[in-house]
């Protein structure tokens, strides 16, 4: 033992090593909690070694690095096992200690066998100078191999290596086990000197610069510093791995300013590190300028980074739900890009965060409400906010509060822009954030900026359009710019003649949305398929997109009352009231001029969608689709029961005929009733 350190005395050593065993965790069985295993290329970690009720022998309980490939989470017949990190429902499962698991390796092994295969093999140079068996080919064509031999004798000059790359390598460490380090359990009993392999990995790589241990088997971040001791490196990307331990010895800890301080980009995805964890490794990279950490189910941030060289950021992959969650950031000085991809962002800032369901790990939200300090990102030029959940564009009208010098901006898959065309988008976007030169990966030009500004003062004009004079500050205050824009192309048109609307109109989702009201009272018999009228009615009601088609609206009505689409059919009930004539039938001449049921679709043919409309229970074609027939609303209501029986005035319905074409093409309120009706025959 004593040879562990030499020139250390017993006492020396056994104040290191005790607290280092209790981390290790140096069971004698060969599997511990947190320990990291691969099967067949699936990495995970052990988090339970037991018995399982109902079974005999011992069992692993592995949380997957996949998510997806397990049977459940830790909760096995209503029986809580352990938990695990991650909190997707099929992310751990149970596995016997006897199965063939792949071997781990050590860092300088898995290097020799990547970039020096020759080595461990003598001949291996001379097998890739010799020609091949078989002539290689391609699309039919054989091709001549020229200067692979090059390639691999230079790739085997580690002194040269500048890049390496050793993702799923199984790497445990500095050696084939965790804990197999300059000052690992094996070398105990060796005569060994630590500055040996440190000085060794300085001479084999001496160039190294890039350096990727994603997705391994590294368990102590004691091992990821007797790596990187004595290389050059800049970059280190250490995604997809699972840390059980953070701490090093404390002559170790003297050095890791030296080890990590020089290191400019550092890769943390998918680690699922606690933020405080990450504030910890963090304070040694003195010089760090880039940091990813997506993918590790954050939902604040409680404390801004150590480091102040910091330019990007990648957050992508969380569970923030506002950019007010991120208030501690803007105490980073330098910081320019900001990338928060596929988080559940939708709005700046809030006034309480609620329940994140979908992660369990959150404890205490920051309540972006309770600072006191204006929230500003004085130096932020680039923001990605794409794939999040931003449905009103209230959102992108006061970016410029938070991210004042914002120059490029991408805001695209969001649900705001899920029923606009693309233009429409680009340009409500753009004429909101002036400042921006780049909007969604293009660049914008001059007269790009002009349109989008006329067209959105245009739409602010038919906003105000619709309210009473009055109103039109509190509409204005969700159009910030309206002065600004007013001073460079001049005021736009408004014209309060109409009515005045009692809900504001602006692009929001909401404002996209029609409230279907579905009744259905005919049901098929489960005996003979034949109608039963008379049951009570059932009303249901959802809302969707106007820019849905016909298909879509049966299928959703279909889900709803579990019948077929093909078997359905929907009525509009408009409301309105058409006039007819008083003896209208079939023998007359005019009862066919209008049109018949086998002709229920427009002038644009049956694959492009139509309506009709019913009177007295016989389709007929609307001649107009936006007025109908010219009839009034209010002069229906002021006829008795006995005149609507002799068909001066009928209720108007409109049939949603199959078709591609929207339905909002005809619906024009933001409320339908809609009339379900199952049809036996489909034709």
Known sequence: MSQF??????????????????????????????KRISLGGDLGTVRYVGNVVGTQHDWLGIEWDDPTRGKHNGTYNDHLYFQCLNPQPFAASFIRSTRKFDQPKGFMEAIQQKYAPASLDPNYLLGILMEPDEPISISGKVVEEIGFGKIAERQAMLNELQIAILDRACIAGYGSKPWFSPYGSELLDKDFNQKDPITRFGKDLPKVQFLDLGQNLLELWTDVTAICEGLQIKMLRLNGNRFRGLEVPSWQAATLDKVYGDIEELYLEDTLLTWYQVLFLTSHFHRLQTLRLASNLFTDIPKCLPTTNLTSLDLSYNCFQCIGCLHNLTSLPLLEKLFLRWNQIDRLTCDTLGPVSTCQRLSNPTNCSTFTEPMVFKSLLHLDVSDNLISSFHFISHLLTLVPKLKSLRISHNPLFVTMTSDESFM?????????????????????????????LNQIGVTLSEYPAEKAADVLTYHPRFVELCNLHGEPTVNREGTASSTFL?????????????????????????????????????????????????????????????????????????????????????????????SAYDGEGGDAGGFASSVDGNSLIGEDQEGGYGGSEDEPAALGDEEKEKGKWVRREVELVDGTREVGHWIEGREANVRVEYREKVY
């Open 5 to 34: 350190l030499p020139g250390s005395d017993a006492e020396e050593y056994a104040e290191i090593a005790q607290p280092l065993r209790a981390l290790m965790k140096l069971e004698t069985s060969d599997f511990y909690i947190g």
């Open 428 to 456: 409500l976007t753009l004429a909101r954030v002036g400042s921006i030169q780049t909007l969604n990966y293009s660049t914008i030009t001059s007269a790009q900026r002009l349109n989008s500004e006329l067209y959105y």
């Open 506 to 598: 602006d692009n929001t989702l909401g404002s996209r949305l029609i409230t279907f009201i579905f009744s259905f009272k005919s049901y098929p018999s489960p005996e003979h398929g034949a109608l039963v009228d008379g049951r009570e009615e059932t009303i249901k009601t959802i809302r969707l997109p106007r820019s849905i088609n016909t298909y879509y609206l049966k299928s959703e009505v279909g889900r709803l009352f579990s019948i077929q689409p093909m078997h359905l059919r929907l009525i509009w009930e408009t409301g309105e009231w058409d006039p007819v004539g008083l003896s209208l039938g079939p023998e007359d001449d005019d009862y066919w001029s209008v049109g018949s049921q086998d």
